[in-house]
């Protein structure tokens, strides 16, 4: 079975400043990683994935996350948040023929402070 | 990607009562999830609903608490019966399969608030 943590549950950070939402995960077998997020009062919208291939994914809104095997992470970036960023952020993980169950971390709330 | 929809969008109910949630998509495919997001948590999986045969649920979920109906492959229902306000939730409806690359995309959201 595999898990993820996410080891903040919340992050403040000012607008136009640095963002890193950490996560970890546990897997016995190769896994694909995902990062989705919740704006107040929505569904859950995919941010970016990690199948295979390149460890440095580039997704929507100008996020990124990398993949780092020996750490087993999965850590989500943005070098310049902005106040429309303010939003609930998930990481969840699968793996091949797990029929696409996908597991989810608790989440991080990011508020952006302008 | 899929669009999904879903119906209603929020709705508050009377305890002892049931309601049934719609999940539309605008494609074909071949799963579809249905999750509980209960205040201040983050998803738990309730089932998995395939067309042509019976949905699968997890561990703590049942098919007499939350029957699921799977009659095509761009529609499926959750119903939420005789409900008590532990079942306040955001219920979130989830399609994947063969055709979107291992990915989960997610509708919208039904909150419901049992009083």
Known sequence: AQSVTQLDSQVPVFEEAPVELRCNYSSSVSVYLFWYVQYPNQGLQLLLKYLSGSTLVKGINGFEAEFNKSQTSFHLRKPSVHISDTAEYFCAVSYLGGYQKVTFGIGTKLQVIP | ?115
Request: glycine share 8%; aromatic share 8%.
């Open chain 2, 1 to 115: 990607s899929a669009v999904i929809s879903q119906k209603p969008s929020r709705d508050i109910c009377q305890r002892g009562t049931s309601l049934t949630i719609q999940c539309q998509v605008d494609s074909q495919v071949t799963m579809m999830f249905w999750y509980r997001q209960q205040p201040g948590q983050s998803l738990t999986l309730i089932a998995t609903a395939n067309q042509g045969s019976e949905a699968t649920y997890e561990s703590g979920f049942v098919i007499d608490k939350f029957p699921i109906s799977r009659p095509n492959l761009t529609f499926s229902t959750l119903t939420v019966s005789n409900m008590s306000p532990e079942d306040s939730s955001i219920y979130l409806c989830s399609v994947g399969g063969q055709g979107l690359g291992e990915t989960q995309y997610f509708g919208p959201g039904t909150r419901l608030l049992v009083l």
